[in-house]
């Protein structure tokens, strides 16, 4: 009687292999757009936030491009230094290049994606003091 060995032939580890890499070739990209997803909807919530900043600033000045004390707003940074945006500043900036233009009676924000995000289908979003939206991608929005 000749013993059995136990273990698995070089066709079943390769089987597997393939397997394997099919399932990952498949998933790695639909993970990637889930984190560029995630990622394009906090920058959402980020610009409506600096929209509404920017709405209650112009309600005690009467302008966009100054505070009520006479300080210039005409820059991105002068508005993500105000304290509620201090917490979560860096994550905002880390995947998007934000922007903000301002007029006396208009401002535009951008936010242009970078890094990781660089792929993302919606490509630059923008909000604008009229509350139009604008994206690469329709269903961005």
Not at 16 to 37: F, G, H, N, S
Not at 115 to 130: E, I, P, V
């Amino acid at each position: 009687m000749s013993k059995q060995e136990k273990g698995f032939t070089l066709v079943e580890l390769m089987v597997v292999v393939a397997v394997m890499a099919i399932l990952t070739a498949i998933a790695y990209p639909m993970y990637q757009d889930q984190v560029r997803k995630s990622r394009r909807s906090a920058v959402k919530g980020s610009l409506l936030q600096m929209s509404q900043y920017m709405e209650r600033n112009y309600t005690e000045a009467l302008r966009y491009d100054e505070d009520a004390g006479g300080n210039s707003i005409d820059d991105v940074d002068d508005v993500l230094d105000a304290p509620m945006f201090s917490d979560f500043k860096d994550e905002m900036t880390r995947y998007y290049n934000l922007s903000l233009v301002t007029t006396n009676t208009t401002y535009t924000i951008q936010a242009v994606p970078k890094a990781g995000q660089s792929g993302d289908k919606c490509g630059t979003l923008g909000l604008l003091s009229t509350g139009n939206r604008t994206a690469g991608h329709a269903d961005c929005w």
